[in-house]
């Protein structure tokens, strides 16, 4: 017979293990630690399709004429007080091309040798103008095929060498939902913002002991361990529920630090830069920009308000300001950011000021270990003659898959492609980032951290909708009452 006590505990073990995951956790030091002995990825997606051609914009030759016949009305300036930012190689030679004028954290960044850009990079075995299908490719990490079941950030977190069962949080995605790229992963976390991540449903006064409680008194959240105590498949992800709750809480997250630029996506990457610095073990992260859909309105540069002009600034200053607190603290070395969008604008401005779904597209490489400064892949030019086999668009002319994977094999020693990428073999090093040789051991405990064993994981994560274990926590709460 079912008592109320064990229905309470699968209650909440179902709406906490939904919501967040991980066998390994464990309580680590608030103080930040020394520069990581492991790699970190960021996977950046700017969803609804960058337009890619005014922000990585041709600035002269014969392309800079095809760009300014394309786009009369839409095109960013090649010189001038709102125009193009060159991109000059390190020999100081120019590339043809410049940055937009609102993205000058992002040239700071190329100057400095940290920033490298592939050209007409995307879905090359795959064409499709469907935000959702092009989405979901790139995030399952196979182009024309939707039934894998996993992510592709998963799979190389469940094949990824040198972990050892001490990483509290080797992945973690910073949105409200599960990422479709960590579909499947029980080690991943996922969390909108630490200060929001906690079981706060029912009466404020129950949730957990505060100051002027009671002597003794203990909360919902403090007593929800002693529930599950055994090891049904049930428990055991409320224990890693549980155990995930009080990493977060036990890590001094903070508000955004003075100098950087405001709003959620600031946040989100300051939230990953703290996870990096507090020493989490983490070894993958991902989070969208979202807003890139500009069919009408887009706008170009210059004073008044222009959409793109400040969607390039929000996503310019935030990664400059990311990858400035990971100097400062050692850590940039070890964290290379992948910026994609899951294709390109058309090359021709539309009717209405904007532009519609293309093809290719730039991808931004960001990071200490980036041999920056430089442009990868191939470019076929804004001829109308070279264009019209793809009807108008740049065409793509590097698997996006081909990028990630030299990210994979050369900085995290992960050279396992075929379960990352199941049915690609187009890899081949373009010499993107240096080779991080053999990975340092992840870093131990230190002498005195409460550590979490291992739990066996018998049933994927799922993605829920995100307030289902408010929802589930409420009526739990009601019973209780």
């Given at each position: 017979?079912?008592?109320?006590?064990?229905?309470?505990?699968?209650?909440?073990?179902?709406?906490?293990?939904?919501?967040?995951?991980?066998?390994?956790?464990?309580?680590?030091?608030?103080?930040?630690?020394?520069?990581?002995?492991?790699?970190?990825?960021?996977?950046?997606?700017?969803?609804?399709?960058?337009?890619?051609?005014?922000?990585?914009?041709?600035?002269?030759?014969?392309?800079?004429?095809?760009?300014?016949?394309?786009?009369?009305?839409?095109?960013?300036?090649?010189?001038g007080?709102?125009?193009?930012?060159?991109?000059?190689?390190?020999?100081?030679?120019?590339?043809?091309?410049?940055?937009?004028?609102?993205?000058?954290?992002?040239?700071?960044l190329?100057?400095?040798?940290?920033?490298?850009?592939?050209?007409?990079?995307?879905?090359?075995?795959?064409?499709?103008?469907?935000?959702?299908?092009?989405?979901?490719?790139?995030?399952?990490?196979?182009?024309?095929?939707?039934?894998?079941?996993?992510?592709?950030?998963?799979?190389?977190?469940?094949?990824?060498?040198?972990?050892d069962?001490?990483?509290?949080?080797?992945?973690?995605?910073?949105?409200?939902?599960?990422?479709?790229?960590?579909?499947?992963?029980?080690?991943?976390?996922?969390?909108?913002?630490?200060?929001?991540?906690?079981l706060?449903?029912?009466?404020?006064?129950?949730?957990?002991?505060?100051?002027?409680a009671?002597?003794?008194?203990?909360?919902?959240?403090?007593?929800?361990?002693?529930?599950?105590?055994?090891?049904?498949p049930?428990?055991?992800?409320?224990?890693?529920?549980?155990?995930?709750?009080?990493?977060?809480?036990?890590?001094?997250?903070?508000?955004?630090?003075?100098?950087?630029?405001?709003?959620?996506?600031?946040?989100?990457?300051?939230t990953?830069?703290?996870?990096?610095?507090?020493?989490?073990?983490?070894?993958?992260?991902?989070?969208?920009?979202?807003?890139?859909?500009?069919?009408?309105?887009?706008?170009?540069?210059?004073?008044?308000?222009?959409?793109?002009?400040?969607?390039?600034?929000?996503?310019?200053?935030?990664?400059?300001?990311?990858?400035?607190?990971?100097?400062?603290?050692?850590?940039?070395?070890?964290?290379?950011?992948?910026?994609?969008?899951?294709f390109?604008?058309?090359?021709?401005?539309?009717?209405?000021?904007?532009?519609?779904?293309?093809?290719?597209?730039?991808?931004?490489?960001?990071?200490?270990?980036?041999?920056?400064?430089?442009?990868?892949?191939?470019?076929?030019?804004?001829?109308?003659?070279?264009?019209?086999?793809?009807?108008?668009?740049?065409?793509?002319?590097?698997?996006?898959?081909?990028?990630?994977?030299?990210?994979?094999?050369?900085?995290?020693?992960?050279?396992?492609?075929?379960?990352?990428?199941?049915?690609?073999?187009?890899?081949?090093?373009?010499?993107?980032?240096?080779?991080?040789?053999?990975?340092?051991?992840?870093?131990?405990?230190?002498?005195?951290?409460?550590?979490?064993?291992?739990?066996?994981?018998?049933?994927?994560?799922?993605?829920?909708?995100?307030?289902?274990?408010?929802?589930?926590?409420?009526?739990?709460?009601?019973?209780?009452d």
């Amino acid at each position: 017979m079912t008592t109320r006590r064990d229905f309470l505990k699968g209650t909440c073990a179902t709406a906490a293990a939904t919501a967040v995951a991980g066998p390994s956790l464990l309580f680590a030091n608030p103080a930040l630690a020394a520069a990581n002995g492991h790699d970190t990825v960021v996977h950046l997606f700017l969803r609804g399709g960058l337009d890619g051609l005014n922000l990585v914009v041709p600035i002269d030759g014969a392309d800079r004429t095809f760009y300014e016949q394309a786009r009369p009305n839409l095109a960013i300036a090649a010189t001038g007080a709102y125009g193009a930012l060159p991109l000059t190689l390190a020999s100081g030679g120019g590339t043809g091309f410049g940055l937009h004028p609102s993205a000058s954290g992002l040239r700071d960044l190329w100057v400095s040798g940290r920033m490298a850009i592939v050209h007409a990079c995307g879905l090359l075995t795959s064409v499709t103008r469907s935000h959702f299908d092009a989405q979901l490719y790139i995030d399952l990490g196979t182009p024309g095929a939707q039934g894998i079941g996993s992510g592709w950030m998963a799979r190389a977190m469940n094949t990824q060498p040198g972990l050892d069962g001490s990483e509290r949080v080797p992945a973690l995605g910073v949105a409200a939902r599960q990422p479709a790229g960590l579909l499947s992963s029980v080690q991943a976390l996922t969390m909108a913002s630490p200060s929001d991540f906690a079981l706060n449903a029912g009466a404020w006064s129950w949730q957990m002991a505060r100051a002027g409680a009671p002597t003794g008194f203990r909360g919902v959240n403090e007593t929800l361990s002693d529930l599950w105590g055994r090891t049904s498949p049930l428990e055991l992800g409320g224990q890693r529920a549980d155990r995930a709750l009080q990493v977060i809480a036990t890590q001094s997250y903070s508000a955004l630090p003075a100098g950087w630029p405001t709003g959620t996506f600031a946040q989100q990457l300051w939230t990953i830069a703290q996870s990096i610095q507090f020493d989490l073990g983490l070894r993958y992260a991902t989070l969208d920009l979202g807003g890139w859909d500009t069919h009408d309105g887009q706008g170009t540069a210059g004073s008044g308000y222009h959409y793109y002009q400040n969607k390039i600034a929000e996503l310019s200053q935030a990664l400059s300001a990311f990858h400035a607190a990971l100097e400062a603290s050692g850590h940039a070395g070890r964290v290379t950011v992948v910026v994609q969008s899951e294709f390109g604008r058309r090359v021709r401005a539309n009717a209405n000021g904007g532009t519609d779904h293309g093809y290719g597209n730039p991808v931004l490489v960001l990071g200490g270990a980036v041999n920056g400064r430089r442009f990868y892949g191939s470019w076929s030019g804004l001829d109308p003659e070279i264009l019209s086999p793809h009807f108008g668009d740049v065409p793509v002319t590097t698997d996006h898959r081909q990028v990630l994977s030299e990210l994979l094999v050369k900085r995290m020693g992960n050279s396992n492609l075929a379960t990352v990428f199941p049915g690609y073999s187009g890899y081949a090093p373009m010499g993107i980032v240096r080779d991080v040789g053999a990975l340092a051991p992840a870093p131990k405990p230190a002498p005195g951290v409460r550590r979490f064993g291992a739990a066996p994981v018998t049933a994927p994560a799922t993605a829920q909708e995100p307030d289902l274990m408010q929802r589930l926590m409420r009526y739990v709460q009601e019973l209780v009452d």
